[in-house]
Nanobody, 120 residues
């Protein structure tokens, strides 16, 4: 089993910035990809950004140019730098880790979520 823990959420005014962090821990495992999702009130969870082991990155159109995803492989940590935040970015942000464990079985682990609130 692999555990992931998010941090860095909070309350910020429109135009401000936040950096989210997600640290993975557990027994021996290999990471395939790490990413960020978010769920706003009354809406389904959506992909925000994801990065794989080759450094390829994909972003939701709504955050392109404002958010940046990065990884620190030595720390098994993924970050989401969020700049020029907008009220519509308000949501619970979840870290997702796709990994391989025993027998090469692929699985996904999710963090508990961290609240980001952007005021106007």
């Amino acid at each position: 089993q692999v555990q992931v823990v998010e941090s860095g959420g909070g309350l910020v005014q429109a135009g401000g910035s936040l950096r989210l962090s997600c640290a993975a821990s557990g027994s021996s495992f290999s990471i395939n990809a790490m990413g960020w999702y978010r769920r706003a009130l009354g809406k389904q969870r959506e992909l925000v950004a994801v990065t794989d082991n080759d450094g390829d990155k994909i972003y939701a159109d709504s955050v392109k140019g404002r958010f940046t995803i990065s990884r620190d492989n030595a720390k098994s940590t993924v970050y989401l730098q969020m700049n020029n935040l907008k009220p519509e970015d308000t949501a619970v942000y979840y870290c997702m880790l796709r990994w391989n464990g025993a027998g090469g079985r692929r699985a996904d682990s999710w963090g508990q979520g961290t609240q980001v609130t952007v005021s106007s």
